[in-house]
């Protein structure tokens, strides 16, 4: 019998397409690897002789016992030679190491090598003590060389055997890379792994997609699945839901589905994420129909939608200027008993505000407050935005008030907004203050709202005040468009204010604006004119 999910796919996708399975870009994790890798180097360290040998044995017997006020009497005798052979000595106790570790640390960084790092990396991620190592290890590259990367993976290599490690410890240092969205230092070090035969677990491979995925790189992760494929790391439902994201991220939804078609294959059951990152990309899409037969679909494959899925499905009806049917999901939602959160709030009354419908909004705010749902800035920005939409501008103003009460700080959009109310009502002057208001509380505005003041002025053949704002754009490195410039110039000469236009001209011409929006023989003209 054919699977529902078998069944939805031919929906999208009627020609044959070849799944991951049987893709050679995407090729299952299957078999052994491959075992002609290189032997790990060995560096031994020299014995300790003499004063050395005493000093490093007299130094582990107070560390040992704890005594560290004895230590303290020998710390003007340490060198970065006898701090590695304290730690070697005492590196079965990881919580003694890390102690010492850190005494050394803080009494003086530099008795610290690269290889006394090294080390305590080995003791921590042996003993499974990643956060602590990961600790150490951000602490080195952020205040590190360049070079540290390189430098720093030659240390923990050559220290490996000497240590009696575990693989874990360059897994450790992918992680971070990772975590550090260091993607080209991860990579590096995911190759450099794989020429001495180690391999991070998938659960790290995770951790690198995540972080790529969160920067919008999704070619990049899908070509690191295809690497993780080719050296047998078998994915599981995490790595599988990050490649449909992946994928929904660049719009190649049938691709996504695919996938999610051969987790059947691969032995893997799709849980809620799966299902929301399909519906994510179709609402995205405004693929509706689609998103909502995946929605009635999860109930039949024992995945129940949450609160994440209804989100996405009201956006994107309410994207799509669709109210009454994200009403309708809304409603089914709290049958459901999802209890709706601020995103859900947020996006109904975006919708109705950006549809005008200020009343809806109105309404569903109160219901959030009844509901004891708490507003955000996105929350009082939407509806701000809807009644200055309307020309209300009285009631905008008093929620700008209230946000005072509720402890939270208007943005760019609050301000943004309110000057699109005040240029609706053409008070050019109004909606300027509002913008200078808006630059003393950190905020930048952006190209939008430079037009519309610029539009506003125009309208209001104030061309002098339209200039004022367009040297403005230019001091933030933004250009308007032709026709803008165009009615200001031409508004300036209808005006008889010839030394602006003759200004404006000369910042066109600095611009290489000039010769396919000006007249130059005409701004000439004003120049003549302007000296006689």
């Known amino acids: 019998m054919t699977s529902p999910f078998r069944r939805f ?71 970065p030679c006898r701090v590695k052979h304290v730690l070697l000595k005492i590196r079965k106790d990881y919580v003694l190491s890390l102690e010492f570790f850190n005494w050394v ?32 290890l951000r602490s080195l590259l952020i205040l590190g060389s360049v070079d540290m990367p390189d430098r720093l993976f030659e240390a923990v290599l050559y220290s490996y055997r000497m240590c009696d490690s575990s693989p874990r410890v360059f897994d450790s240092l992918f992680k971070t890379y990772a975590h550090m969205k260091k993607f080209r230092n991860a990579s590096d070090t995911f190759s450099q792994m794989k020429v001495y035969g180690f391999f991070p677990p998938v659960e790290s ?36 839901n990050m ?35 399909l519906i994510a990309g179709h609402c995205h899409r405004g693929l509706l129909n689609l998103a909502m037969k995946l929605k009635n679909m999860m109930g039949r494959n024992g995945v129940e939608p949450n609160v994440v899925t209804y989100n996405s499905l009201i956006y994107g009806f309410c994207k799509e200027g669709k109210l009454q049917e994200a009403n309708k999901v809304f409603s089914e939602m709290k049958v459901m008993k999802v209890a709706p959160n601020t995103i859900t709030y947020n996006t109904l009354i975006n919708g109705y505000s950006q549809a005008s419908n200020t009343d809806m909004a109105g309404k569903v705010y109160e219901e959030m407050s009844q509901n004891g749902v708490k507003a955000d800035i996105l929350t009082y920005n939407a509806l701000i935005l ?42 050019s002057d109004r909606a300027f203050q509002l913008y200078k208001s808006m630059v003393r509380s950190g905020c930048h ?17 104030d061309f002098e005040g339209a200039l004022y704002v367009l040297t403005e754009m230019f001091r933030r490195c933004m250009t308007p468009g032709s026709e803008a410039l ?27 604006l000039m010769p396919t929006i000006f007249d130059k023989a005409k701004c000439s003209n004003l120049e003549t004119r302007e000296r006689g």
């Open 445 to 461: 505005p952006n190209e939008q709202t430079f037009n519309m003041l610029i539009s506003t002025f125009c309208e209001n053949d």
């Open 386 to 427: 809807g009644l200055c939409k309307e020309g209300k501008i009285k009631k905008a103003s008093c929620l700008v008030k209230e946000l005072d009460k509720k402890n939270l700080v208007p943005n760019a959009s609050t301000f943004s907004a309110l000057i699109s109310g005040q240029c609706i009502k053409k008070n």
């Open 243 to 277: 490649v449909m994201h992946a994928f929904c991220q660049l719009g190649k939804l049938e691709k996504a589905v695919n996938v999610m078609r051969d987790m059947e294959t691969m032995g893997i059951t799709p849980n809620v994420a799966s299902f929301n990152t």
């Open 486 to 512: 165009s009615e200001i110039y031409n508004g300036l000469c209808r005006c008889r204010k010839d030394h602006l236009a003759i200004k404006l001209c000369g910042e066109m011409e600095a611009i290489n």
């Open 9 to 79: 796919s031919t929906l999208i996708a009627s020609d044959s397409k070849q799944s991951i399975s049987s893709n050679p870009k995407f090729p299952l994790n299957l078999g052994r690897r491959n075992r002609n890798v290189i032997p790990i180097p060995h560096r031994t360290i020299p014995h300790l002789k003499g004063q050395d040998l005493d000093f490093v044995n007299v130094a582990y017997s107070h560390v040992i016992h704890s005594d560290w006020n004895k230590l303290h009497l020998l710390a003007t005798h340490l060198t």
């Open 105 to 136: 640390k803080t009494l003086n960084p530099n008795f610290h090598t690269l290889e006394s790092h090294s080390i305590i990396l080995h003791i921590l991620t042996k003993n499974r003590k990643f956060k602590s190592a990961e600790s150490i």
């Open 205 to 240: 491979c995770n951790a690198y997609l995540s972080s790529l995925l969160d920067l919008r790189r999704a070619d990049i992760a899908l070509a690191f699945y295809k690497e993780m494929g080719r050296c047998r790391i078998s994915a599981n439902v995490y790595t599988l």
